[in-house]
């Protein structure tokens, strides 16, 4: 379990030297028991990218947040930039609105301002449990994230579920793809 938030941004910047923002793809909301049929490949289901694999992502999330039926999802697809553009790292992100802070909810909607800082910011202490770790297919993300052309490419990725430190209550699911590049030397990049 880690605690802290801001944290992914700040291992990029320390990995690669680079300040690292934030650029929204997609933003959307959805309510949290909608029919997910409309996510696995309607180019109007939301702003944004093809949703390949998007549908299986929130179904996943769904069932680690355990939203009740009237409460609503915020699912984000973010790309975490570095100097000259290059692309680091990409993100989706499920999270249940009616668990965050009214302002929170505004400042998400309206700017691309991350969830875990904005979190802190707000006075909201949260950990994070990964779920898992390792090697996947870039998939969607080739020619994305920096260095990578192939979509059978292997890169890292991470999950994990995002809770409030008081009461251990989900607050959002997050899945995190990274350019190998990241852990190459500055020298060979």
Not at 1 to 25: E, K, P
Not at 62 to 78: K, N, Y
Not at 86 to 108: C, N
Not at 134 to 156: F, K, M, N
Request: hydrophobic share 45%; glycine share 8%; charged share 25%.
């Amino acid at each position: 379990m880690l605690r802290g938030d801001g944290l992914t941004s700040t291992s990029l910047r320390v990995l690669t030297g680079d300040i690292i923002s934030v650029q929204v793809r997609a933003h959307w909301v959805l309510g949290a028991h909608d029919d997910l049929a409309a996510l696995s490949g309607a180019e109007d289901a939301y702003t944004g990218i093809t949703a390949d694999r998007i549908d299986t992502q929130v179904a996943r999330a769904q069932e680690m947040l355990r939203p009740a039926e009237t409460e609503s999802l915020l699912i984000r697809e973010v790309l975490l930039t570095g100097g000259r553009q290059r692309v680091w790292g990409a993100s989706t992100v499920v999270a249940v609105l009616d668990r965050l802070p009214e302002q929170i909810v505004a400042s998400l909607a309206a700017t691309d301002r991350p969830i875990g800082p904005a979190l802190h910011e707000s006075g909201v202490l949260t950990t994070r449990e990964i779920r898992q770790w390792g090697l996947v297919p870039a998939g969607r993300w080739a020619g994305i994230l920096a260095g990578l052309w192939s979509p059978e490419e292997q890169i890292p990725s991470r999950d994990y579920l995002m809770r409030a430190a008081n009461d251990g209550c989900p607050l959002a699911h997050f899945v995190e793809w990274f350019s190998p590049a990241v852990f190459e030397s500055r020298r060979d990049r």
